[in-house]
């Protein structure tokens, strides 16, 4: 089976910047079908950049506990008393 | 398309090894070679180069500063530029066609920008220009295949792709640890082990549920039986029920509170000894208090009539010493002056008795009073406490008590007119109080003896409790269950994410490997196999790998050449790649810096690599240095002397720098001091010193093997001494040089040229006019013709081992060395 990125992600242009390759990639993440959005956007935010903080990787793993936790337990429905 | 940037000079002042100012002139020869022993100052050239385009103003083999060092950025300044006042600091001329721009860069202190023109250039450059060779050894002897991944990316500046790579793999595992990690359950376990006293340690639904039945629910009603530990069970709703109910009947502890609260009002007992009812409590209290006011205001009236005269009290007090016992007799009033046997009283006597009557009636009445005030001030305490009972019985009492409440109302309503008025009768209320608290204990008796301190509520709250604990365990899971499945979308990103670098670093790789073989090839021979730079298949967990791989024979295809190749091929591999990458995307600015590069290599590659910067990168600027002076002459014998300055360091002064000695003064430098007037003997000097050694190189004459710290410095003597010698041993005689009777000869085949510097006479060390210096030059010019190829007219030579006589070192002639003239008779 191919790896989905290559279908739909135009090879990088020799000229493009590290910035720009790696700004295109977070976009492909998020837009790709099947794709889990929020994780790409995580990732996109602080992996994905030419200049990652020191701390990136706990940061994103911070954002991913969070988001596992938000989901675990999402928030009740309110039900109106009519 | 615009004209590419070259260096024009490069100038290092206080930096590194250089403490005096040196400047490198490009202007009129573009590349620069530089030999000089290890330690000579060489690399400080090209460090002079990282650091002018370094982004942080420092070199990445200075490594970060610390306390037990003098890394970093300190290490940049000459160790004795504060000491001279010298301030560090490279500059540089960069040119473009015809514009030339300069700048200049400060090597100390906190800020060191970067000038502009430094920033232009630097931004013409894809990959870094500067090939070090301690990195194409640390790439070839000690890298591993994920390293090499690094060490290729970073020098096809790809480095912050490497980075992503990492912190994704970083992140996976720290990811799937979490998910995977089961200390919030844990922490569940042991709160459900303290709520149930151990008797459940693990969750565990069955027992959890047994648990709640048997030992919460059964001691309260054993019909209760929860059918599964959930809100919506019926008996936990029926529980929640009960409960209620149990707020609002009243506990146990409200019971005891009421009927404490009634014992406090109104208590009867039995007196042990004499059988009598005993009240107590704060309604016989305050009875009592006020029974006592009542007896002090009566014994208060009854002293206050006794003393009504105490108007005379002062008059007493004041006549009582007066007429006291032991003091003299008084005939008269002291007031009035009456005699005192005209008084009532008729003497002293009487009216000493008429005192002391009249001041112990004034003592009792104040003792009345007093206690009058004390009954007072307890009656109020006890009136203040029997209100409080009172207040707090009637907030206790339900609705099933409301007769004793309306009495114990009225009661409260008359107590608080007390002051004004009678105190209110509590016959009435003593009855219903006795009555209450009988009633009340009656109640607690039989509730205590059916449940203990089990209520519904207590039940209630453990319950939910537990089914907290359930909450919490079942977020814990659905957590980890979240997080699994982002650990697995992570790695899917992660793949996709690292299949788009690699992709991006193999497009780069595939577009070099043909111009990287073609310089490997140049190296290494025409036969060498060809080398793939590889990373791992798209299935490979570890993308950041790079693999060289060669397809040694039919039957072994893609392997690793780490078994095959010589460390002098693989470091050709990495050469040709860095040199190709800089060739093929460096074109704005081609110029490259290659500092010590050679070291792996025997002599046969060693003057391929020089060819190859010869034919390959002819339109580049380099800058070499090396320490490799077979490497230095082969570039010298094969590059162009109009395009490339070789040069020498042939010391280091510690109070100065690296000191040069040009290896070759030119004839025109030569007559240029003649043309200013200037004595050109020490030019003259060193010419004929360095073609001296030039050709004892050239012909391979004996010599002896220097001392280790006098490894390069012949005495020219000695090298005359060898050359003779080689001439002498193959029969070639020089031809006569016109004129000067060929004492020049003589001398050199006798090892006696000591006065190269002035006119050929006799006195070693005489002075020679500028006169004298011509006809000298032109006496050795007309010797040094003489050593050219009689077939090409070349004037490079060598000897290999295996000749007698040297031979033309030009490949498509090779003829054997004769002297162009006659020899001399």
Redesign the interface.
Known sequence: MD????QQ?P??A?TES?AE??KN?GK??RE?EN??SD??DI?AKH??T???AVD??AK??EA??K???A???PPKPEVSDG | MADPYFLQSLGLTGFRAYLQPKTFDFSTKRCLAIFAPNGGGKSSVIDALEFMLSKDGTLERLGRRAINNQAGPVALAHNLAEETKIAPEVMVGIVSGKDVATGSRPASGAKRPMPAVATTVNACFVVPPIIRGHALRTFVEVHMPEQRYTDVANWLQLGPLVEVQKNFRALRTQVKTAAEDEAPLRRVDSQLAKETGLAVKAWDEVAVLAYANASVLAPLDATLALAALAAGDPVYIELEARAKAEENKIGLAGLRQIRNAAVALWAEAQDVDSGATVTKGAVPTFEAAVEAVSAAETKETEERGKAANTVFQALWRAAEPLFGDGVPILDVCPVCATPVADTAAGSVPAIREHIATHLEELADYAVAKKALDEARTAANKAHTQLAAALSALTGLLGDGDTTLKADLVAYQTGLAGWRQGAVPASAEIAGGLVKLAATYNVVIADIESKQGDHTYIKAKAKIDRLLELQTDRNLAGRTAEELAKLSDALTVQSAITSAEIRKKVQALLDKLQTPMNDIYKLIQGADAIPIRLELPAKDDTNQQRLNLVIDFAQNRPGVQPAGYLSDSQIHSVALALRMAAIKLFNTSAPIIALDDIVTSYDADHRRTIAGLIATMFGDCQILITTHDERFFNYLQDQLETKTWHFTRIIGVDPAYGPRFADHKVSDEMIEARWADGQSAANEMRQAEEEWLLGICRDFGVSVRIRPLERAYSYERSELASALAGLLKGIKLVPALVPGVNNRFLDSLVKGEIENFGSHFQDGPYGNGSVGDEKARWEEFKAFRSQFACKKCSRTKFQRPLTLKRPVCAHDGCEAQFEFAAAPAK
């Open positions: 790896t989905p990125g290559e992600v090879a990088a020799e590290i390759f790696l990639l492909v993440l790709k794709m889990d994780l790409a990732l992996l994905l030419a200049t990652p990136a990787v994103a793993k991913i506990v988001l596992a936790v989901r675990a337990d």
